[in-house]
């Protein structure tokens, strides 16, 4: 390693905040980062648009989605 600096952890700008050694924090991101919607982004949207109006697209088949579930693929949000 010989103080190398793994692609996932990258240094901060010059006048960060130092640590209990003196030494640059480091600021730390997220390995993955999801380029578009998560699956939880797809899942809390459905739940909002169901409380909200009474049905949405399906997140399974993107057909109508109704409070009992969607009639197409028989998926529902639980």
Excluded at 31 to 43: H, K, M, N, R, S
Excluded at 47 to 70: I, K
């Amino acid at each position: 390693m010989g103080g190398a600096v793994m692609d996932a952890v990258r240094e901060t700008s010059e006048g960060a905040a130092l640590d209990q050694r003196g030494r640059p924090e480091l600021a730390r991101s997220k390995l993955f980062e999801p380029a578009g919607l998560t699956l939880e982004d797809i899942v809390l949207g459905a739940w909002e648009d169901l409380a909200a109006r009474g049905s949405t697209e399906c997140p399974v088949c993107h057909a109508e989605l109704g409070s009992a579930g969607c009639d197409t693929c028989g998926s529902e949000l639980s």
